[in-house]
C-alpha cells in the first residue's frame, strides 16, 4: 500500500483482480445473454406495427432487460451465430433463444394487447430452460413454438 491508498481500497482492487481473473478463467464471459429474435423483412406490415406499437417500450420493460431484441432481416444472408436457428419465411416471427439454442418461438405479431401474455409465456420457458441442467439444455427438440390465432 505504498501508493497511499487505505486499506479498503487495497481489498477492493484485490477483489475486483480476483473476479477479473475467474472472468478471464472462464473464456471471458459468464453467461451468455437471452436474446429475442425478431426475423422481419422489407414492407412487412405487421412487422411496422410492433415496432410502433412495442419496440419503444420493449428495452425498458424487465422481459427487454433479459432478453434484449435483436432483429433479423429474413432476405440478408443468416447470420452465423444463429445457426441452430430455423430461419422462417412468415414475419414477424419471435423466437426466443437462450445460449444459442431456441426455447420458444412465436409465429406472427398478433396486437399489443395479447402480444404481452404470449410473451410472458415464452419468457415462463426460458426459466425452465434455465433450470434444468446445463447437460440436458438443448437435448429436446427445438423450443415450443406459439401459432398467433391457433394457440398451439
Known sequence: MPDGRGFADWRFSAGFG???????????????????????????????????????????????????????????????????IRPERLTPTFVLVEAGHEVARLRGYPGENFFWPMLDEMMEKLVAAQARPADKAGDDAPGDQTHVGTGK
Open 18 to 84: 480476483v473476479i477479473a481473473w475467474a472472468i478471464a478463467a472462464m473464456g471471458g464471459s459468464c453467461v451468455q445473454a437471452a436474446e429475442l429474435i425478431m426475423m422481419e423483412q422489407p414492407g412487412c406490415v405487421w412487422c411496422a406495427r410492433f415496432h410502433d406499437e412495442i419496440a419503444p417500450a420493449y428495452a425498458k420493460t424487465e422481459e427487454g432487460r433479459r432478453a434484449p431484441l435483436r432483429r433479423v432481416d429474413i432476405t440478408e444472408p443468416w447470420p452465423d451465430d444463429l445457426s441452430a
